[in-house]
Nanobody, 113 residues
């Protein structure tokens, strides 16, 4: 399984970024996908997840109301729209299929003025 996250970069506080995650295949039939992030010196944490048909989502308390997860299953792609970014959102962002241990290369998000 290959996963590739992209779309990161430098944003100002209050700004927006849209991350994309392309995956080569799904292991489980329900194909629940999630975005995680890892800030320097901190453990990796889940920030959002979505079920296989895009009807159920989860957000961590720290991003709820600011981030939106979506997917295009026909294109094997998951997105994370990040609005009203804060410096504490600075991290490397990864995507993965829940229940598996396949991690692709992440994408760096830096929020700074």
């Amino acid at each position: 399984v290959q996963l590739q996250a992209s779309g990161g970069g430098l944003a100002q506080p209050g700004g927006s970024l849209r991350l994309s995650c392309s995956y080569s295949e799904s292991i489980f039939s329900d194909n629940r996908m999630a975005w995680f992030r890892q800030a320097p010196g901190k453990e990796r944490e889940a920030v959002a997840s979505i079920n296989g048909i895009g009807t159920a989502t989860y957000y961590s308390a720290s991003v709820k109301g600011r981030f939106t997860i979506s997917r295009d299953s026909a294109e094997n792609t998951v997105y994370l729209q990040m609005n009203n970014l804060k410096p504490e959102d600075t991290a490397i962002y990864y995507c993965k299929e829940l229940g598996t241990n396949y991690w692709g290369q992440g994408t760096q998000v830096t929020v700074s003025s």
